[in-house]
């Protein structure tokens, strides 16, 4: 079955770095869009970063841009989100989303924590 599977959240202080991955199965990775998306207790769950089929086009929220990087392995049909100048207001679930005309999956979320 499908599936998307985030790793590498936990707990960091201001400043520091972590790396999400994203690793998928069940479907043909290399015709879906990849998104990252975060929800922090309180507010909407909002986009923070796409990224193209090819992995040529990239996207990011205002709030990303400069600190996150979005990136893509077809080969092991993974996807990361490198997040480096970490904020305490970072901290959210943060979940992995493959989309394409026709499907949309979700994964369960990773939770990243910045405080001092």
């Known amino acids: 079955q499908v599936q998307l599977v985030e790793s590498g959240g936990g707990w960091v202080q201001p400043g520091g770095s972590l790396k999400l991955s994203c690793e998928a199965s069940g479907f043909t990775f290399s015709t879906y869009y990849m998104s990252w998306y975060r929800q922090a207790p309180g507010k909407e769950r909002e986009l923070v970063a796409s990224?193209?089929?090819?992995?040529?086009?990239?996207n990011y929220a205002d709030s990303a841009k400069g600190r996150f990087t979005v990136s893509r392995d077809s080969g092991n049909n993974m996807v990361y989100l490198q997040m480096n100048s970490l904020k305490v207001e970072d901290t959210a679930v943060y979940y992995c989303?493959?989309?394409?005309?026709?499907?949309?999956?979700w994964g369960q979320g990773t939770q990243v924590t910045v405080s001092s």
């Open positions: 990224i193209g089929i090819s992995g040529g086009i990239t």
């Open positions: 989303k493959a989309h394409n005309p026709w499907n949309a999956y």
